[in-house]
């Protein structure tokens, strides 16, 4: 018979090791996040397309771990490389974060950060080819209807943002499906790199 404390020791060897090797995840749209379980305010969103694990659950939410890169100059804002404004997760500008691990950047780059949230339970995937497909299939039935396409590699990752909202308003794309776009757009980018 096992002891109380060698089963204790099971149960926190398979929850560490479930964390440790957590899945991958996405969502195609976007996420509201909380910072306690039983908050019902967001104080955040995780945008679409950008990676996260789930590391524990209850009946209506889930405790997720994202990670990007913090600009000092927007510290509620996590960002998907050290340089670009391709955002992961905007949070309230009041909002009190305390990131799980932070790497100072060197040079002008940003810090790489972790912070765990909780989230609504959602339809999540482990793979975004198929989210991208939709992006670039809306995109491109979309936004070419007065003038011709761009090429997603025409502008930066920084400027994608800035000229798909000069025009999103004169096409159909549905209000829900605008990250996913811009998120397409912004990582297809001439000049985008991922960390």
Known sequence: MMSKIARAFICASVAFASIAFAEVLYSDKVVSLYLNAKDT???????????????????KKVLVRISGFVNPKAPSVLYTNDSQRVMVAAFGKNTKLEFKSRVAGSGGKWDKV???VW?????????????????????????????????????????????????????????????????????????????
Not at 41 to 59: H, V, Y
Not at 129 to 156: D, Q, R, V, W
């Open 41 to 59: 305010k967001p104080e955040g969103r995780l945008l679409p397309t950008n990676a996260f694990e789930i590391i524990k659950q209850d009946s």
């Open 114 to 116: 972790s912070i765990e």
């Open 119 to 195: 989230a609504d339970k959602g339809e999540f995937v482990n793979d975004r080819k198929p989210m991208f497909a939709k992006a670039k299939t809306l995109y491109s039935e979309n936004c070419g209807i007065c003038h011709a396409t761009h090429k997603e590699s025409e502008f930066g990752a920084n400027q994608w943002q800035a000229v798909f909202n000069s025009m999103v308003n004169r096409t159909a794309i549905d209000q829900e499906d605008r990250w996913l776009v811009i998120e397409y757009l912004q990582k297809n980018g001439k000049d985008y790199y991922e960390k």
